[in-house]
């Protein structure tokens, strides 16, 4: 389920994954929950209600056209299915409506919360039940006023219609109480009542894609194609999907290339490219295949090139090379190289150290002379 905002309106797409379909709708109207309980006098507020899955009810969408049916089809497996067998009654807390006006083919959506209450009791009583602590009854003669006058509710709660009321079975959590549902001893009546939680939507279906997000067409309320039309645009998408196969395969091929890389052969069956032929490096190679760091840098420079190096390119290089070649270096201890210090024995450390510590206390005794003389 994704939302998107354009310059035209708001817009839900409902898909399924991997493989979709996906459902294009255009919200036509829309309120938020903050908005629904700021118009309720005593607005719901949210418990463990959201643990479990609701139950989904659809109006109007029996339907044989195709997309209706696939429609239908998407919005019962939005949520998770109930098995109506191993489901307790006290785990039925919400309820989400889905109605589709025939005329406009627009669809409404509704989110309650379920709450069950016991029936058969007066406004005052029901008012007693509902708190926790005994009400303030020292303006009333008798309590026989305070439970026929309604214990100060207001006329706005509509008493319990005779379609509201269910029966519980005994020793079902069903009714609500100070604590949560609370367990039935007997069989009793009680009254079901949905309060709206919101939000609220109006939606219009514009398309149908066969794919997550893409793919072929299925349902457009807006554009109509012939059926030429249609099997050009399905070729079209069928070789795309084929292109896009072909390249996988040529993906996974060299992925498996690089895992096992080629051994060279040294048969007479061995490939070309083992030997080095046709290698634009060829005329600088050693006679043994390899490349070789005795070659004339010179003579490889007025081949690439066509003209002579200056005087001095290559001389540091050479000089190096038959340095390296005839064991290494002018004959001079030059020493570790810069940076390093040479390692020093352990009577060489401590003699070194006493030598520190003494200068630094003739130091020290300079510093105290000449603060004394002056």
């Given at each position: 389920?994704?939302?998107?905002?354009?310059?035209?309106?708001?817009?839900?797409?409902?898909a399924?994954?991997?493989?979709?379909?996906?459902?294009?709708?255009?919200?036509?109207?829309?309120?938020?929950?903050?908005?629904?309980?700021?118009s309720?006098?005593?607005p719901?507020?949210?418990?463990?209600?959201?643990?479990?899955?609701?139950?989904?009810?659809?109006?109007?969408m029996?339907?044989?056209?195709?997309h209706?049916?696939?429609?239908?089809?998407?919005?019962?497996?939005?949520?998770?299915?109930?098995?109506?067998?191993?489901?307790?009654?006290q785990?039925?807390?919400?309820?989400?409506?889905?109605?589709?006006?025939?005329?406009?083919?627009?669809?409404?959506?509704?989110h309650?919360?379920?709450?069950?209450?016991?029936?058969?009791?007066?406004?005052?009583?029901?008012?007693?039940?509902?708190?926790?602590?005994?009400?303030?009854?020292?303006?009333?003669?008798?309590?026989?006023?305070?439970?026929?006058?309604?214990?100060?509710?207001?006329?706005?709660?509509?008493d319990?219609?005779?379609?509201?009321?269910?029966?519980?079975?005994?020793?079902?959590?069903?009714?609500e109480?100070?604590?949560?549902?609370?367990?039935?001893?007997?069989?009793?009546?009680?009254?079901?009542?949905?309060?709206?939680?919101?939000p609220?939507?109006?939606?219009?279906?514009?398309?149908?894609?066969?794919?997550?997000?893409?793919?072929?067409?299925?349902?457009?309320?807006?554009?109509?194609?012939?059926?030429?039309?249609?099997?050009?645009?399905?070729?079209?998408?069928?070789?795309?999907?084929?292109?896009?196969?072909?390249?996988?395969?040529?993906?996974?091929?060299?992925?498996q290339?690089?895992?096992?890389?080629r051994?060279?052969?040294?048969g007479?069956?061995?490939?070309?490219?083992?030997?080095?032929?046709?290698?634009?490096?060829?005329?600088?190679?050693?006679?043994?295949?390899?490349?070789?760091?005795?070659?004339?840098?010179?003579?490889?420079?007025?081949q690439?090139?066509?003209?002579?190096?200056?005087?001095?390119?290559?001389?540091?290089?050479?000089?190096?090379?038959?340095?390296?070649?005839?064991?290494?270096?002018?004959?001079?201890?030059?020493?570790?190289?810069?940076?390093?210090?040479?390692k020093k024995?352990?009577?060489?450390?401590?003699?070194?150290?006493?030598?520190?510590?003494?200068?630094?206390?003739?130091?020290?005794?300079?510093?105290?002379?000449?603060?004394?003389k002056?």
């Open positions: 389920m994704c939302f998107s905002t354009t310059e035209t309106g708001t817009y839900l797409r409902l399924k994954m991997p493989r979709g379909p996906t459902l294009y709708f255009k919200v036509e109207k829309y309120c938020l929950c903050k908005d629904v309980a700021a309720q006098r005593r719901h507020s949210p418990g463990t209600e959201y643990l479990s899955p609701p139950l989904v009810v659809l109006n109007n029996q339907s044989d056209e195709r209706l049916k696939l429609t239908d089809v998407m919005i019962q497996n939005l949520f998770p299915a109930i098995d109506v067998d191993t489901v307790k009654l785990q039925c807390r919400r309820v989400v409506l889905f109605r589709r006006d025939p005329e406009t083919g627009e669809f409404d959506l509704r309650y919360v379920v709450n069950v209450k016991a029936a058969g009791l007066t406004k005052g009583v029901r008012k007693i039940l509902r708190r926790p602590k005994l009400p303030d009854l020292s303006k009333y003669q008798d309590i026989s006023e305070y439970v026929m006058g309604g214990g100060g509710a207001s006329d706005s709660e509509a319990d219609m005779d379609d509201s009321r269910v029966e519980i079975q005994a020793g079902q959590k069903a009714i109480g100070h604590h949560g549902a609370r367990p039935t001893k007997e069989a009793e009546e009680a009254a079901v009542k949905l309060t709206e939680v919101g609220r939507m109006r939606l219009s279906l514009l398309k149908i894609e066969d794919g997550f997000c893409q793919g072929e067409v299925l349902y457009h309320s807006q554009v109509s194609k012939d059926p030429v039309e249609v099997a050009a645009r399905r070729a079209e998408m069928n070789k795309r999907k084929a292109d896009k196969e072909a390249r996988k395969q040529q993906q996974r091929e060299n992925v290339k690089k895992k096992h890389p051994v060279s052969s040294t007479s069956d061995a490939d070309d490219s083992d030997t080095g032929e046709g290698h634009p490096m060829d005329s600088v190679k050693g006679g043994d295949g390899l490349w070789s760091d005795d070659d004339d840098d010179v003579a490889y420079y007025k690439q090139v066509g003209e002579e190096p200056e005087a001095g390119t290559f001389r540091h290089a050479k000089k190096a090379r038959v340095e390296n070649k005839k064991g290494g270096g002018s004959g001079k201890d030059r020493g570790p190289k810069g940076g390093e210090k040479a024995t352990i009577a060489e450390e401590i003699a070194h150290r006493k030598m520190l510590k003494t200068k630094r206390e003739k130091q020290k005794a300079k510093k105290r002379i000449k603060s004394k002056k």
